[in-house]
């Protein structure tokens, strides 16, 4: 009898553990604020857009893009991938980054974008040669055939350290717009942050 009660005690509490303790899924709509939570010391959508805003609103208030607005025509302007230098596994985000800037020019009338969709056609055919690949390097060459004035593109980079159980990361995205008639740089700046995993 008392073997059944401790199998039966022990059974209860195994079921009330597994309910009430175990991890839940939740929508941003349950839970308004879990996009706000760190899960990792990897790169997630909160910390991209930090990172995005901050150099789109140093971009904009550029001298470069300040002087469009005086123009009697838009510049034509294409928007080039943002090199991954980091060990992480997001070039879909940095992908939606690219729609985001687009958006942004296209939506804020300050500049002629050329689609992404006839730029990527370019640059396969540029590269069939050469495997297909968009290749910095190139940069101006697309540019050039695309008859664009300017291209905007970017590296984003990590530095990680680990110590007594410690992780601490450090990311840094750099964008440039880029003349390409000239291949001078008009405008170039770095957003930072850091992410952590502490006892």
């Given at each position: 009898?008392?073997?059944?009660?401790?199998?039966?005690?022990?059974?209860?509490?195994?079921?009330?553990?597994?309910?009430?303790?175990?991890?839940?899924?939740?929508?941003?709509?349950?839970?308004?604020?879990?996009?706000?939570?760190?899960?990792?010391?990897?790169?997630?959508?909160?910390?991209?857009?930090r990172?995005?805003e901050?150099?789109?609103?140093?971009?904009?208030?550029?001298?470069?893009?300040s002087?469009?607005?005086?123009?009697?025509?838009?510049?034509?302007?294409?928007?080039?991938?943002?090199?991954?230098?980091?060990?992480?596994?997001?070039?879909?985000?940095?992908?939606?980054?690219?729609?985001?800037?687009?958006?942004?020019?296209?939506?804020?009338?300050?500049?002629?974008?050329i689609?992404?969709?006839?730029?990527?056609?370019?640059?396969?055919?540029?590269?069939?040669h050469?495997?297909?690949a968009f290749?910095?390097?190139?940069?101006?060459?697309?540019?050039?055939?695309?008859?664009?004035?300017?291209?905007?593109?970017?590296?984003?980079?990590?530095?990680?350290?680990?110590?007594?159980g410690?992780?601490?990361?450090?990311?840094?995205?750099?964008?440039?717009?880029?003349?390409v008639?000239?291949?001078?740089?008009?405008?170039?700046?770095?957003?930072?942050?850091?992410?952590?995993?502490?006892k």
């Amino acid at each position: 009898m008392k073997f059944q009660k401790t199998i039966l005690i022990l059974f209860s509490c195994t079921a009330t553990l597994s309910v009430g303790c175990g991890p839940t899924y939740v929508r941003d709509t349950d839970k308004p604020d879990v996009d706000e939570y760190a899960m990792s010391t990897g790169l997630d959508k909160k910390d991209l857009e930090r990172l995005f805003e901050e150099n789109l609103e140093s971009l904009m208030k550029s001298a470069t893009v300040s002087n469009w607005s005086r123009m009697e025509k838009q510049p034509r302007i294409a928007i080039f991938p943002i090199a991954n230098e980091t060990s992480e596994h997001i070039s879909s985000q940095l992908a939606a980054l690219l729609s985001k800037i687009e958006t942004r020019f296209v939506n804020g009338g300050m500049a002629e974008v050329i689609s992404r969709e006839q730029q990527n056609l370019l640059i396969a055919e540029v590269e069939k040669h050469r495997g297909g690949a968009f290749d910095p390097a190139n940069s101006a060459t697309y540019g050039r055939q695309l008859g664009a004035q300017y291209f905007v593109t970017g590296k984003i980079y990590d530095s990680a350290e680990r110590t007594d159980g410690e992780r601490r990361v450090q990311y840094m995205l750099f964008m440039q717009l880029v003349d390409v008639e000239t291949g001078a740089i008009r405008w170039q700046n770095e957003a930072q942050l850091t992410k952590a995993l502490v006892k």
